[in-house]
């Protein structure tokens, strides 16, 4: 089992920064992607960003491309999402999410992951 944890989030005017965190505990961290998703109110949850359990690369939806950054911590078993630039259009619940399954394609989906956060709320008024 593997255990998130989300904080960070909160409420920013547009073009304002916010970084979220996801603090893992249970089994070896480093043995697992680790993706950021988020829901808007009325919405199906949407992939926002992923790394493998390398950190060597990182993949984004093209909606956060060039303004949102994800990256990993193994020796403090955290993930990062340093979100810029914020639209009212990113309000949502985020998730972070973790999977030992990692696979060409397979972090894009929900059903690629083993294990969920209880997610943040990020709200960005205009």
């Known amino acids: 089992q593997v255990q998130l944890v989300e904080s960070g989030g909160g409420l920013v005017q547009a073009g304002g920064s916010l970084r979220l965190s996801c603090a893992a505990s249970g089994r070896t961290f480093s043995n697992y992607g680790l993706g950021w998703f988020r829901q808007a109110p009325g919405k199906e949850r949407e992939f926002v960003a992923a790394?493998?359990?390398?950190?060597?690369?990182?993949y984004y939806a093209d909606a956060v491309k060039g303004r949102f950054t994800i990256s990993r911590d193994n020796a403090k078993n955290t993930v990062f999402l340093q979100m810029n630039s914020l639209k009212p259009e990113d309000t949502a619940v985020y998730y972070c999410a973790a999977t030992g399954r990692w696979s060409r394609g397979s972090y894009l989906t929900e059903g690629g992951y083993d294990y969920w956060g209880q997610g943040t709320q990020v709200t960005v008024s205009s």
């Open positions: 790394i493998p359990w390398s950190g060597r690369s990182t």
